[in-house]
């Protein structure tokens, strides 16, 4: 599925599973909840998945790579990020680039490079 990016704002809740998520843009979460499973999510001008204010994101089975910037990008406070066993990798910044304080990030059985 190719589309500017999905956006997951105001309090929403998205569930995404054995999807090829290929972004345009980036996929942004603000103040919403993004549960991926067994997905592979790319972005060609942005981040993999864009982590902004009261962010939460859960991934579980994935790869995100070839993005833009990082494959997952934490520029907002108060951010929750679980990653179980997932790829992050091959993205032209980092694996997981962190501009702000989270409210915790949990790493399982993930490589991230």
Do not use: Y
């Amino acid at each position: 599925l190719t589309l500017p990016g999905v956006r997951v704002t105001g309090g929403a809740v998205l569930t995404l599973r054995n999807l090829d998520l290929c972004a345009s843009e980036e996929n942004r979460v603000q103040a919403g909840t993004l549960w991926c499973w067994d997905c592979f999510i790319t972005a060609k001008n942005g981040c993999g998945v864009l982590c902004l204010k009261r962010a939460r994101v859960f991934l579980h089975g994935c790869e995100v790579s070839r993005c833009m910037r990082s494959g997952i990008g934490v520029n907002g406070k108060n951010t929750e990020i679980d990653i179980h066993r997932c790829v992050v990798s091959q993205n032209n910044f980092s694996g997981i680039g962190v501009n702000q304080q989270a409210r915790s990030i949990m790493l399982r059985e993930s490589r991230i490079v």
